[in-house]
């Protein structure tokens, strides 16, 4: 698994079971892992629309995610 998911699972609380290899979530640490994937997401749309001069659809789009997935 890709070693961002793996930092952003630990963050968000996870429990790891080393031997069966699997991370275990109770429900609010899913929730938070899964805003900090999306959040993960939009910092590297914001950061690729500023160094391209072009925030408009950018942060268009940034909303629209944060809509779809209820993210302040």
């Given at each position: 698994m890709n070693e961002r998911i793996l930092d952003l699972a630990?963050?968000?609380g996870s429990t790891h079971k080393l031997k069966l290899g699997v991370?275990?979530?109770y429900k609010p640490?899913?929730?938070?892992f899964a805003e900090s994937i999306v959040q993960d997401c939009l910092s590297?749309?914001?950061?690729?629309a500023q160094q391209?001069?072009?925030?408009?659809?950018?942060f268009r789009l940034v909303g629209?995610?944060?809509?779809?997935?209820?993210?302040?």
């Open positions: 630990e963050q968000a991370y275990q979530f640490e899913l929730k938070q590297m749309i914001e950061s690729e391209y001069s072009q925030p408009t659809w950018a629209n995610i944060k809509d779809r997935f209820g993210i302040e």
